[in-house]
Every structure is written in structure tokens, then in C-alpha cells.
């Protein structure tokens, strides 16, 4: 999964399922044009992943390592089970925050979006999906 952030919160993914295990997924997220929010250098983005539960509330599935001085990151390929990703609900809904890492612990917000993950899926086979949202945080998904 390959996704973009810009100034309006751009996001591509591009996802592979794994041969031989079709309970894991692997995914590759990057941005690009992201705000930076620190004064002296570009931000330190970081995006973390979250299964919207039943009841509303969210679980964290994963978080990205932090790339440093970057407002076009690329983050590491990682693999998860589909049932930590989405139990298994291929329309359950899924929250992608990408956040400016702080040493203090205060982590800047830089945008979000939210699909499920059969949207996801399609950036299999290396088609991109790609989400754009604004300042209100809506967002819409169009395959490239």
C-alpha cells in the first residue's frame, strides 16, 4: 500500500497480498507534500493505522516508523493479518493518521482518511488508490 499525503492530505495506496498465506496483507504506505509543522526543519511524519470497531471506538493495527526531516516519506513495506487489520470484514472501516513525531511526546496532527480495506484491496496488482481529503477531513478514493 503506497500512500500520499499533500498540503490537502493526498493518499495512494498500492497493497499485495502475500503467496501462500491469504490471512496477511503486505503494505507500503509514502507520502507526499505534507505540511510541515516544525519551525526549524521539515516534519518527522509517522502513520498509524486503526480498525473503527463495531461499537465506534478504535483499535491501533499498526504504526509506521518515523522518517525523519521529510515531507515526502516513504515508510517501510509491513506485513499484517487481516484480523487485526479488519477481523476478517473486508468492508470494515479502517483510519489512516499521519502525525509529526515531537520528542516531547506532543505529536503534531498533519491529516487522516478512512476507507475499508476491500477499497484498499484495490490497489492490488499495482494499480494505486489515492485518497484526497481537506481541512474537514473528507475524503474520496480514485483509482490511477
Not at 119 to 141: H, L, N, P
Request: glycine content about 4%.
Amino acid at each position: 500500500v503506497c500512500v500520499c499525503v499533500c498540503v490537502c492530505t493526498h493518499l495512494q495506496i498500492t497493497a499485495e497480498e502475500l503467496t501462500g498465506n491469504d490471512d496477511y496483507i503486505e503494505l507500503s504506505f509514502s507520502a507526499r507534500k505534507l505540511d510541515d509543522k516544525d519551525f526549524f526543519s521539515k516534519s518527522d511524519p509517522f502513520l498509524e493505522i486503526y480498525r473503527v470497531n463495531d461499537d465506534a471506538t478504535m483499535q491501533l493495527v499498526y504504526r509506521t516508523e518515523t522518517v525523519m526531516n521529510n515531507l515526502n516519506p516513504v515508510w517501510k513495506t509491513f506485513k499484517v493479518s487481516l484480523n487485526s487489520l479488519c477481523s476478517g470484514d473486508h468492508e470494515r472501516k479502517l483510519q489512516c493518521t499521519v502525525w509529526d513525531w515531537d520528542s516531547n511526546g506532543k505529536h503534531d496532527y498533519i491529516g487522516e482518511f478512512e476507507a475499508s480495506f476491500k477499497e484498499m484491496r484495490g490497489a492490488i496488482d499495482g494499480r494505486q488508490v489515492t485518497y484526497f481529503s481537506s481541512k474537514t477531513i473528507q475524503s474520496a478514493v480514485h483509482e490511477t
